[in-house]
Structures are given as C-alpha cells and as structure tokens.
C-alpha cells in the first residue's frame, strides 16, 4: 500500500458543483494532514491544515477519519479559479518530513 | 519580493556536468528542504537540514548532495546530471512552530540532455 493514496482524477465539473477529494494514509502514526493547491507549473501552497474534528474554510471543508485513515475534502460551489492540482499530504510519527500524494487535478469547466 | 526564491528557474544540460541549484529565504526558518517532481510521481524529499549544522538524506538522495551555507540559503548539486535527474525541482522552508507547513519556492526546472 502507498503511503499517500488519491483518487487519480482528473475530476471535470461545472461551475457552481459541489466535488469531494478522498485520500488515505498507511502510517497510523501520523500526527499532522494538511492539502496542498498546486496550479500548473507553480510551487504547492498549503491550502489548509486538517483537524480531527474537521474544519471549514468558506466553501472549503476538510475532514480526517483516523481510524479509517481517511482524509477527504470537499468544495462546494466551485469557481473556475480552483481549477488546480489538490495534493494530500501528512506526516510521519515524529517526523517532520511531509509525504505527498500524487494529487488530483480539478478542472471546473464554464 | 518573495519569502522563497530560487535560481536558475530553468536549466538545460547535459549528461554528466555538474549542476547547482540554489534556494534563499526571507522568512527567518530553520528548517530547508529539497524536493523533486516529476509527473505520476508527485513530490519526493531529496535532503532536508533543520539548522546550518543539520544534513539529512531524504528519500532520493543518490545522485545528489546539498550545502547549507547560512540559514537562508540551502544548495543542491547534480554531481554528475543524468537525463533521469529531469524534473521540477522545489525548495522548501519551515517552522517548527507552525505545525509544519511547508512554504514553496517557485521551483527550478531542469533538463538533462
């Protein structure tokens, strides 16, 4: 199993559609989960940190099932401007290095 | 002016040449990394320093080396580039008080001929 596991999209949608990203994680130890934006040919920039009691940001909601080691995100009304590559990302027990997911490329379509 | 720049931003050259990337930083972090990326395969950490006195090997090393001259700058070299070293490459900093976000440079693209 890889470490950091997405859905491999691409995922196309119409503006103004609600779309969920799933991730899992095989390191039960993992401390910390974050998703990353990542634009096309531009560096990753940490789109928001996940909480064990989920949190929200505007249209953005983020979740973590550690018993399932599930990490999703879900972004409602979406905008031709999220049109972006959506990485997963955690940690290692202890560790400071993040492990990447292969990430999943969103396109919202007019 | 950016937190986290990085030169050259493209490089062409060729098998076997020494190459050098170099990353400095604004935002006063210990903590520097370096990654590759190439596509299907995501981000793999390369080397990672938490202090001007701290090297560590990440998950791909080999082929590779890093210098840590001063807190703001972290160095990589392609001792001898092959063609499968042609990726995107991106430094990295961090806080350790910051829940370990990770703030991007704008990544250096290489090609090996």
């Known amino acids: 199993r890889k470490e950091v596991e997405q859905d491999p999209g691409p995922f196309n949608v119409p503006e103004g559609a609600t779309v969920a990203f799933n991730c899992t994680y095989s390191?039960?130890?993992?401390?910390?989960f974050f998703w990353y934006r990542q634009d096309c040919r531009k560096e990753p920039k940490l789109l928001m940190s996940?909480?064990?009691s989920g949190n929200e940001d505007g249209r953005f909601t983020a979740q973590l099932n550690r018993a399932s080691q599930y990490i999703s995100l879900l972004i409602r009304d979406s905008k031709l401007s999220d049109s972006a590559t959506y990485l997963c990302?955690?940690?290692?027990?202890?560790?400071?290095?993040?492990?990447f997911g292969k990430g999943t490329k969103l396109s919202v379509i007019p | 002016d950016a937190d986290v720049t990085q030169t050259p931003r493209n490089r062409i050259t060729k098998t076997g040449k020494r190459i050098m990337l170099e990353c400095s930083q604004t935002?006063?972090?210990?903590?520097m990394y370096w990654y590759r990326q190439d596509p299907g395969l995501g981000l793999r950490l390369i080397y990672y320093?938490?202090?001007?006195?701290?090297?560590n090997k990440g998950e791909i090393s080999d082929g590779y080396s890093v210098s840590r001259q001063a807190q703001a700058k972290f160095s990589l070299s392609l001792e001898s580039a092959i063609p499968n070293q042609t990726a995107l490459y991106f430094c990295?900093?961090?806080?350790?008080?910051?829940?370990?976000?990770?703030?991007f440079g704008p990544g250096t693209r290489l090609t090996v001929t």
């Open positions: 990295a900093t961090s806080d350790p008080g910051t829940s370990h976000e990770q703030y």
């Open positions: 390191n039960s130890a993992s401390q910390s």
């Open positions: 996940v909480y064990s």
């Open positions: 990302v955690v940690t290692g027990a202890g560790s400071y290095q993040l492990t």
């Open positions: 935002k006063g972090h210990d903590r």
């Open positions: 320093s938490f202090d001007v006195k701290d090297i």
